[in-house]
């Protein structure tokens, strides 16, 4: 019998993440200057006992915004990685059904620090496996069974300096392909540091928007190119006017909102 093992990595980019019966909190970890430490909070929502062994995973961004295993030929790293920097504990944990464990997340800061930021994946992979196999229909025919190792990964920055972090919004447009339309628009990345944009489409009038993404532009690339699916395309009459809202943070935590008319 032929055996696959898949390891299925979820990133988080929403508040408080989960898959399965693992949850993270918060969804990301940030060491600005002067900060050492950071609480995690993982919480057992299943039914059952699991083990959850703690790591790192190597993953870049690319430039159409799509997360990638580190490669050095294919998919170099271009953002620093910020494992080496930390330390945290536990490394592995046992949580039973309904049970939250904290896990101490510690920075130890090189004193000849370059200033910009650092960043790398910290991974929770489930040890134990969920079976299912596949029954050949024949006694010939070989039958495949799939282990998952289910886990969940989050990034962790470290930032150095008093760097800024900004955005710019150009080539906004709606484009219908295949019977569905796509949001694309282009991002410019300004700043030693990686940025988040909230992205919602209405109709002129109408407080019910038509689509909602987030998106994040990681220091891994200046310049990202998007072609984001609308939800709800059906709703989208090409003789009416689209507004465009995008809402993302500056490095101070001050919120800035871009407002713009689509055109179709």
């Known amino acids: 019998m032929t055996h696959l ?8 980019f929403l508040p408080g993440i989960s898959y399965a019966q693992l949850a993270v909190f918060p969804e990301k970890v940030v060491f600005e200057p002067g900060q050492r430490s950071v609480r995690l ?16 995973q190597d993953i870049v961004m690319d430039s159409l915004g799509l997360i990638k295993q580190v490669d050095d ?17 536990p490394r592995q ?19 000849d ?15 134990q496996t969920v079976k299912g196999i596949n029954t050949p229909a024949t006694a010939t025919t070989p039958g495949i069974s799939m282990d998952l190792l289910i886990g969940t990964s989050i990034p962790v920055f470290v930032r150095q300096g008093d ?30 540091y990686s940025s988040r944009a909230v992205v919602n489409l209405y109709e002129d009038g109408n407080n019910v928007p038509v689509m909602m993404s987030v998106q994040v532009m990681y220091t891994d690339n200046d310049r990202y190119t998007y072609s984001i699916p609308v939800q709800n395309s059906a709703a989208i009459d090409r003789n009416k006017k689209y507004i465009l809202e995008i809402e993302y943070n500056l490095r101070n935590g001050e919120k800035q909102l871009v407002r713009k008319n689509i055109s179709i």
Do not use: C
């Not at 093992?5 to 990133?11: A, I």
């Not at 909070?41 to 059952?48: A, D, F, K, M, V």
């Not at 944990?93 to 004193?111: N, S, Y």
């Open 5 to 12: 093992r898949l390891l299925l990595l979820f990133l988080a």
């Open 41 to 56: 909070n993982l919480q057992n929502r299943g039914n059952e006992t699991y083990t959850y062994r703690i790591g790192w």
């Open 73 to 89: 030929e294919k998919n170099p790293r271009k953002t620093p990685a910020a494992s080496k920097m930390i330390r945290y504990a």
């Open 93 to 111: 944990v046992i949580l039973e059904p309904g049970e939250t464990q904290a896990v101490r997340v510690m920075l130890r800061r090189p004193a």
């Open 113 to 127: 620090l370059k200033d910009g930021e650092y960043r790398s994946h910290m991974l929770f992979q489930r040890l």
């Open 163 to 192: 760097g800024e972090a900004d955005l710019e919004f150009n080539n906004l447009e709606l484009k219908k392909k295949e019977g569905k339309y796509f949001l694309n628009m282009q991002v410019e990345r300004k700043g030693l």
